[in-house]
T-cell receptor
């Protein structure tokens, strides 16, 4: 079974609008971490935001916020006020169990921001 | 700033060749990782290392081996390259087992003809 599911292969959003990128995860471990990375066309992976399974509040970093719904096992990324530079691939990832395990990635969502 | 560098951005090799992909990090990180990225499949873990001379298999280790003789360097080896190993290869490092964030290199796009 897939550990991380990103159901949207591609998304379009108008500049200055908000967009939500979906991510659901599958784990039976009570301790885990959820990550979002951005990959522009240049190829480098840029860390955006992190949410721990025991964190009480949703994580926020500037225009990025993580809508963490534990019971539904979802960790959607919300980008507010989209900019042209937000056009990229976005990957959701999970660290399952103790901190020493590697990240498992979803298949990604390609976001295109339209002027 | 953490810097993870990979020896080549683009590489073209022939079937059957032995291929070395090098990754170096400059922040004294203990953990290092090799992923391959293919369209529609996301990133898949090949091998990782928690410390010098240690290595662990990831999800798709077949056809690959690794070497970690020094803390800062983690090499991915394709013993006999095949066309199905044409892919983008991404190296990452992490400070230690208690850390969360993985820092990535720029990637090596390998084509095997």
């Amino acid at each position: 079974a897939q550990k991380i599911t990103q159901t949207q292969p591609g998304m379009f959003v108008q500049e200055k609008e908000a967009v939500t990128l979906d991510c659901t995860y599958d784990t039976s471990d009570p301790s885990y971490g959820l990550f979002w990375y951005k990959q522009p066309s240049s190829g480098e992976m840029i860390f955006l935001i992190y949410q721990g399974s025991y964190d009480q509040q949703n994580a926020t970093e500037g225009r990025y916020s993580l809508n963490f719904q534990k019971a539904r096992k979802s960790a959607n990324l919300v980008i507010s006020a989209s900019q042209l530079g937000d056009s990229a691939m976005y990957f959701c990832a999970m660290r399952e169990g103790p901190r020493n395990t590697p990240l498992v990635f979803g298949k990604g969502t390609r976001l295109s921001v339209i002027a | 700033d953490v810097k993870v560098t990979q020896s080549s951005r683009y590489l073209v090799k022939r079937t059957g060749e032995k291929v070395f992909l090098e990754c170096v990090q400059d922040m004294d990180h203990e953990n290092m990782f090799w992923y391959r990225q293919d369209p529609g499949l996301g990133l898949r873990l090949i091998y990782f290392s928690y410390d010098v001379k240690m290595k662990e298999k990831g999800d798709i280790p077949e056809g690959y081996s690794v070497s970690r003789e020094k803390k800062e360097r983690f090499s991915l080896i394709l013993e006999s390259a095949s066309t199905n190993q044409t892919s983008m290869y991404l190296c990452a490092s992490r400070r230690d087992r208690a850390s969360d964030e993985q820092f990535f290199g720029p990637g090596t796009r390998l084509t095997v003809l």
